[in-house]
């Protein structure tokens, strides 16, 4: 594919070097928009995790890629401006995710505007939820 020859292609190489010389150092890849790349299978490349952005279903990345590569996100970051919206969110992926290896966090940046206090709701839930499949 064109996306595998002029993107992907290269990630997997600056990973690859980097697990080389450094292979004891976790190596996250996160591309953005690729649930089409996930869903035909084309995802391939030595590192650990995969961070999935919050355009791409997590139940997608868990099915395609969650036995092979740890999962990261994939929270959409507006849910942030709204403490229930976020809740709700952090325990539908824990809910897809159900125990699987999985790293909680936005599925892209944060915004400046969003209220600390929000992303601090966000860190707490992450916590809570994880303490219920982890004690």
């Given amino acids: 594919s064109k996306y595998d020859e002029f993107s992907w292609s290269y990630m997997v ?51 395609k890629l969650g036995d092979r590569y740890v999962l990261q996100g994939n929270m959409e970051p507006c849910r942030l401006y709204s403490k229930e919206k976020t809740t709700e969110c952090v325990e539908a992926l824990q809910n897809i995710m159900e125990g699987k290896r999985h790293i909680f966090n936005l599925g892209h940046g944060i915004l400046p505007d969003v209220p600390v206090e929000n992303a601090i709701h966000f860190v707490k839930e992450c916590q809570r939820v994880s303490k219920k499949q982890y004690p």
Avoid: H, Q, S
């Fill in 13 to 63: 190489e600056i990973a690859e070097y980097i697990k080389e010389r450094y292979p004891d150092i976790p190596v996250i890849m996160f591309p953005k928009g690729v649930a089409a790349f996930i869903e035909r299978g084309l995802v391939y490349g030595n590192f650990d995790v995969f961070g999935v952005d919050w355009g791409t279903p997590m139940a997608l990345a868990k099915a």
